[in-house]
């Protein structure tokens, strides 16, 4: 009884350092504008809230590098019932365990089923512990990990091009998620998962050519939830925005 005494009282003894040292940072918490990259609320369910809160100077750089903290608000009881500082284990823990509960979206349409996340798909589980394996630190990986959140709910396409049970892709050049990339000259090949090494299609977001002025050039893609019909949009400095329309007959 002694030892869980003096246990308790060294672990309240630490949380009030820990409130101490952060107590400015509490203070100068904010929650910033939000854009379509830069969401800092979201449902959780019917009662909850996750908020984003963090510096001025971490609203308006990396959000990856500056202080932030997330936290659950019961708006029925108006309470906060957990905050957690980024990175946090406990709260990693939570994503990677139940990271479909962070797309509070609805999954009666048959075509929501195809969306994978390492807590339904084992490609996607494997991808996920392979980056966690190669980085270098285990906490710079929770944190960038977490800032992607709270999450645009309608940011992922449920098209079944992008189940990973049937097919493999290189994320890097696409993925599920609705945001700009690095465009490429090269065609986007979709590989049968069932048959290894087996071509199924590829997207050819525009005139094979060098890009010999040097000028950034990005991607964007927006897939029909059913039908195999894409739409790339492709935005170069300086240049119009050109708009390919894709059909798999």
Same mark, same amino acid.
């Given at each position: 009884?002694? $030892?869980?005494? #003096?246990?308790?009282?060294?672990r309240v003894q630490h949380l009030k350092k820990k409130f101490y040292y952060h107590f400015q940072d509490y203070l100068? $918490?904010?929650?910033?504008? !939000?854009?379509?990259?830069?969401?800092q609320v979201q449902f959780l369910d019917r009662q909850h809230l996750l908020l984003k809160f963090g510096s001025v100077d971490g609203g308006v750089r990396m959000a990856d590098h500056h202080l932030a903290f997330f936290a659950v608000y019961n708006m029925e009881t108006t309470e906060i019932v957990a905050f957690y500082q980024n990175p946090s284990e406990e709260l990693y823990s939570l994503f #990677?365990?139940? /990271?479909? /509960?962070?797309?509070?979206?609805s999954r009666e349409p048959l075509h929501a089923n195809f969306i994978?996340?390492?807590?339904?798909?084992? /490609?996607?589980? #494997?991808?996920l512990q392979i980056m966690k394996s190669k980085a270098s630190s285990l906490s710079q990986y929770m944190k960038k990990m977490l800032s992607s959140l709270p999450y645009t709910c309608q940011s992922q396409s449920?098209?079944?091009y992008f189940d990973l049970? $049937?097919?493999r892709y290189d994320e890097k050049l696409i993925s599920a998620t609705d945001r700009h990339r690095h465009s490429t000259d090269h065609p986007l090949k979709f590989i049968s998962r069932r048959q290894p090494n087996v071509l199924k299609f590829k997207i050819k977001t525009g005139v094979d050519s060098i890009n010999a002025d040097g000028r950034a050039k990005r991607s964007s893609f927006l897939f029909h939830p059913y039908l195999p019909l894409v739409l790339s949009i492709q935005?170069? /400095?300086?240049?119009?925005? !050109? !708009?390919?329309?894709?059909v798999r007959l």
């Open positions: 009884m002694k $030892l869980k005494c #003096e246990f308790f009282s060294q100068d $918490l904010m929650m910033s504008k !939000v854009t379509h990259f830069n969401q #990677e365990r139940f /990271y479909d /509960y962070f797309h509070a979206k994978s996340s390492h807590s339904n798909n084992i /490609y996607a589980l #494997e991808h449920p098209s079944p049970s $049937l097919f935005q170069t /400095y300086m240049q119009p925005t !050109v !708009v390919n329309i894709h």
